[in-house]
Nanobody
């Protein structure tokens, strides 16, 4: 019954904004840390941001720091990624992830979502 479902992806122009959502159900209603990863064409799946269950600990990849904001609403079992100042190099499939502890790499992920496409045009 574990499920993570991303939404909010789409096509935007450089400099624009998008807000991604990750809705969790099943055992992911538990006190999981959450994270976002992304995978561009021909690239590996890279860490983007993570947040502890309480929201007290947050870390970002250097490439998105100052532009992206991760947040969560535990009452709604939903994690968000607000993306501002988007650049063409941000184009990727964005994946939601959950783990028992704060997530900084893929090996710490227990559950993955299916991904949502973000395309940034120049």
């Amino acid at each position: 019954q574990v499920q993570l479902v991303e939404s909010g992806g789409g096509l935007v122009q450089a400099g624009g904004s998008l807000r991604l959502s990750c809705a969790a159900s099943g055992r992911t209603f538990s006190r999981n840390a959450m994270a976002w990863f992304r995978q561009g064409p021909g690239k590996e799946r890279d860490f983007v941001a993570t947040i502890s269950w309480s929201g007290g600990s947050i870390f970002y990849a250097d490439s998105v720091k100052g532009r992206f904001t991760i947040s969560k609403d535990n009452a709604k079992s939903t994690t968000y990624l607000q993306m501002n100042g988007l650049k063409p190099e941000d184009t990727a499939v964005y994946y939601c992830a959950a783990g028992r502890n704060l997530i900084l790499k893929g090996s710490q992920v227990d559950y993955w979502g299916q991904g949502t496409q973000v395309t940034v045009s120049s």
